[in-house]
């Protein structure tokens, strides 16, 4: 992007230019008149913003609107077919995946299914984006970059990968650069736990919380923590891997057997408070939400886990999430805080997250959306 001086006209332009941008991303299509009625600009900058962007590939007429007598005035809209790119969640036995434009639209997701002996960084992210690519109907030529999910924590700095244990194929050290030289595309991993820890503050439970911690429940167990603001990934990008601690002494009661909070809490250990005999979390969490016996056994368990982060963060929030978070709902919230010791945290709420069913990809797809307008906006020093 060149350097524009600023206070020149050149350099006004430009603002104007990236107001107006940011205002057709807000608003959706607009007119002339409508454009310059949110800018306070006239009907004539207006247009020559509009032109500027238009000359350049931004926006483009994408229809009428009626304003009473007279012709009807044209409508511009941000064009979603120069960039766009693909949020990819990783999972245990398969890829979820979804293509990401400037505006956001909803494009389908689609899952597909992994070879464990037959995988690679590379060859997992080209069938993700190709998937994702075919199932909307959109032009594998237009993606520039991925934002990708994995069940592993990452050190963005020296491109490593440690807690790899469903990440078969996955080197420990250098996954995005093979990726990004094979596939020719901008590249950004991240934990799981974490890209929905981003979609919670955004979208979520915890969007007015002062602080908090996800404490994520499912086949495998995470923890996002956000202090002031900012997301705690620690030294190595490792912060949060709960699973991997060892239980305490007073979880003997509860599974003599256990370990470390995995044994604890994971899905074998779940499935077994459900009845299950081998059949899979996902099959029977919908047992979750009518049980109470089960849900308060659950409590039980989990309140072992929260207490060390309330000890060592005292978070005003704990959000419960992750596929048994989100089946036991606001009743397995309520059972948690009855366990919480309140004179030591009287300001601790605890919620269930509420970021839907795909909290991982909603926290890649807005990484990607800001990329995206991010990529597009530096574009507009050449309009002027």
């Known amino acids: 992007m060149n350097q524009i001086d600023p206070g020149t006209p050149t350099w006004l332009a430009a603002r104007n230019d990236r107001t107006a941008f940011r205002l057709l991303l807000e608003h959706g299509p607009l007119t002339r008149s409508r454009l310059g009625e949110l800018t306070g600009l006239s009907k004539p900058t207006a247009s020559q913003m509009l032109a500027r962007l238009e000359r350049v590939g931004l926006i483009r007429p994408v229809g009428e609107r009626s304003g009473g007598r007279g012709p009807n005035a044209v409508t511009y ?108 595309l901008q590249v950004t991993i991240d934990n799981d736990v974490n890209l929905a ?100 056994a659950l409590a039980d368990r989990v309140i072992l886990a929260v207490n060390p982060l309330l000890a060592i963060l005292d978070p005003s929030m704990i959000v419960l999430g992750g596929p048994t978070g989100g089946a036991g709902g606001d009743r397995l919230a309520e059972l948690v805080a009855e366990r919480v010791d309140a004179s030591a945290h009287p300001k601790l709420a605890v919620r269930t997250s509420g970021t839907g069913a795909q909290p991982v990809l909603l926290g890649a797809r807005q990484q990607l959306v800001e990329q995206i307008r991010d990529h597009l906006e530096a574009d507009i020093s050449l309009a002027t």
């Open 197 to 296: 820890t981003m979609a919670e503050r955004s979208a979520g439970a915890a969007q007015l919380a002062a602080s908090f911690a996800l404490f994520w429940i499912g086949d495998g167990l995470g923890v996002g923590v956000e202090l002031g603001g900012v997301l705690h990934r620690g030294a190595s990008g490792g912060a949060g891997e709960i699973g991997y601690l060892a239980v305490p002494r007073t979880a003997a009661r509860l599974a003599p057997a256990a370990g470390d909070f995995t044994d604890l809490l994971g899905g074998p250990a779940v499935a077994r408070l459900l009845g299950g005999d081998g059949e899979p979390l996902a099959e029977l969490l919908p047992r979750l939400s009518g049980d109470e016996t089960a849900l308060a």
């Open 77 to 184: 809209g941000v064009r979603t077919d120069r960039i766009t790119g693909v949020a990819i969640s990783i999972l245990d036995r398969s890829i979820q995946a979804v293509v990401v434009d400037a505006i956001d639209h909803d494009h389908p997701i689609v899952q597909i299914a992994t070879d464990p002996a037959d995988r690679t960084p590379e060859g997992d992210v080209r069938a993700a984006v190709h998937a994702a690519c075919a199932e909307a109907g959109i032009d594998e030529a237009t993606v520039s970059r991925v934002v990708i999910g994995v069940q592993a924590a990452f050190f963005v700095e020296g491109d490593e990968l440690s807690f790899t244990d469903t990440l078969p194929g996955w080197p420990a050290v250098g996954a995005r650069a093979r990726i990004e030289r094979a596939l020719g």
